[in-house]
């Protein structure tokens, strides 16, 4: 009987606190800018980078703007014009133009990805106001290798805000982690004007 009891109390608490599925994050806003920070190791070197990311889905445009490196990184104001399929890397002031082909990313979660079975958690902490809702997925692909990113949904979470990215291939080794900050669906103005030297 009291062992009943447990399982009708174990199976109340189940009812009560569904675990919510993953949103499917496989978008981000249409528009919106951010700081990318991004440490990352490839052919045996380090190199870290602040940069400001400004993203127009509907304009085609990403522009992306070291504010800060170190180590092996050079400054780099990159503009990829998908409207037009043309590139210009500005690497600390000499301009290389090229061109883009495809669709611009989405920056959604990878489509190959599965999600985290836990559901949702909380960035740092759970705690109240103290972290940040989060739904975490994994997955394995040609590009990035193995990799978990981390998204926050945007309304129902057709649309996710991304939080953090990390990546590793062990042949050639290559790892990156990216932290996205700050991010708003208002852009700056004259957000993707041309790199210096372009
Ligand atoms: C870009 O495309 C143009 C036109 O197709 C071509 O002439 C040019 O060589 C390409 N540039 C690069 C860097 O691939
Ligand atoms: C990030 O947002 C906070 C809060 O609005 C602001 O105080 C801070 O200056 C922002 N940082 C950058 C680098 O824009």
Not at 4 to 13: E, I, T
Not at 70 to 98: M, P, R
Not at 156 to 170: F, H
């Amino acid at each position: 009987m009291k062992y009943f009891a447990v399982v009708v109390a174990a199976l109340l608490f189940v009812a009560a606190n569904p675990i919510k599925a993953a949103p499917a994050c496989g978008t981000t806003p249409p528009q919106w800018t951010g700081y990318v920070y991004e440490i990352s190791f490839a052919d045996a070197k380090l190199a870290l980078r602040i940069s400001q990311a400004n993203y127009d889905r509907n304009a085609k445009k990403l522009k992306i703007s070291d504010v800060d490196v170190k180590e092996s990184a050079q400054k780099t104001i990159s503009l990829f014009d998908y409207s037009t399929g043309n590139s210009y890397v500005s690497v600390e002031g000499q301009c290389t133009k090229g061109n883009v082909t495809g669709d611009i990313p989405n920056f959604g979660v990878p489509s190959d990805a599965t999600a985290e079975p836990g559901g949702a958690k909380y960035l740092g902490s759970s705690l109240p106001n103290l972290g940040v809702l989060v739904y975490e997925y994994y997955g394995s692909n040609s590009v990035d290798g193995d990799y978990y990113v981390t998204y926050t949904p945007v309304g129902d979470g057709t649309a996710c805000v991304p939080i953090l990215r990390s990546t590793l291939t062990v042949s050639p080794l290559k790892e990156a982690i990216i932290e996205y900050t700050n991010i708003t669906t208002t852009l700056p103005s004259d957000p993707f004007s041309m790199p210096p030297g372009c």
